[in-house]
């Protein structure tokens, strides 16, 4: 007596239907940034120049208490303004991706339910909206640099790899914070107030030069010093520390593991918790 056996799949099936769910993942993300930057920018006269105008009142506010009103020192490299910009235009996607991570899930609870998408992509999406924005503000970045006349150096090709690293940094974050807030709403309180506390300790108006030697390790543990000194570093070389940035690698490599674990352990809590 003979047994039927199996169909068998053929080998290539795998990797094929693998490309294919990579491709409805990425065209949904696609769609789902598109869809968050048309609905914040379609109640605004302004638009786009809203998410620029934060960061060059903030830039200002310091450009003139830091060179106007008080001796800079060695706070900093000139021109003040674009050492300034380098930072605190990244800094403005980094809040923002972390901080709207915190309603990820709460403000789309309907749609998520609703839908089969991985439930990563409702993170991702609001770090890849937070990273094209920080995209189209580099404009404004290379007018200053033109106009004070910064210099652009070869360590400009590490801008790429800061972007990238930054990117992973916020979307390791965001796949930490989106679901544990949806068990503990104090949580959305708690992290505006670490965000708050985390823009003093990052070298956004300074550079981790100006600090004490005693104070420089501990300055390396924040990811973003290493990612900030990257960016810096297309105008400002000295800016660049490699163990710095070996240490914004490490982190964010831990930061991405955690989230992965933290959000597969409480995907389906956070289902039936919606």
């Not at 709460?106 to 749609?111: A, M, N, P, R």
């Not at 490699?242 to 240490?247: P, Y």
């Not at 914004?248 to 597969?264: E, K, M, N, Y």
């Amino acid at each position: 007596m003979t047994t039927a056996s199996a169909p068998t799949v053929p080998a290539a099936a795998a990797p094929a239907a693998t490309r294919s769910a990579g491709r409805r993942y990425r065209h949904a993300l696609w769609l789902l940034t598109v869809r968050d930057l048309r609905v914040r920018y379609s109640t605004s006269a302004l638009g786009y120049v809203w998410s620029i105008l934060d960061p060059l009142v903030m830039s200002a506010i310091y450009w003139f208490v830091f060179t106007q009103v008080f001796h800079r020192g060695s706070v900093g490299e000139d021109p003040y303004i674009v050492f300034l910009l380098s930072a605190l235009l990244p800094w403005m996607w980094f809040t923002g991706g972390v901080s709207d991570s915190t309603r990820a899930f709460l403000k789309e609870s309907k749609l998520i339910r609703s839908t089969t998408i991985p439930r990563t992509i409702w993170v991702a999406r609001i770090d890849a909206s937070k990273g094209i924005e920080f995209l189209l503000s580099l404009p404004v970045l290379a007018a200053f640099a033109i106009a004070t006349g910064a210099h652009l150096h070869w360590q400009v090709v590490f801008f790429p790899l800061a972007i990238v690293l930054q990117c992973a940094l916020v979307y390791g974050l965001g796949l930490i914070v989106a679901p544990l807030v949806v068990f503990f709403r104090d949580l959305e309180r708690a992290t505006k107030l670490v965000l708050r506390f985390l823009f003093y300790a990052s070298p956004i108006i300074y550079g981790t030069h100006a600090l004490p030697d005693a104070l420089r390790p501990i300055a390396a543990v924040n990811p973003l010093t290493g990612i900030f000194g990257m960016y810096r570093a297309a105008f400002f070389p000295s800016q660049l520390d490699w163990l710095e940035v070996g240490a914004s690698v490490v982190i964010t490599g831990i930061v991405l593991v955690i989230g992965f674990a933290v959000f597969r352990r409480s995907e389906h809590r956070v289902l039936k918790e919606l």
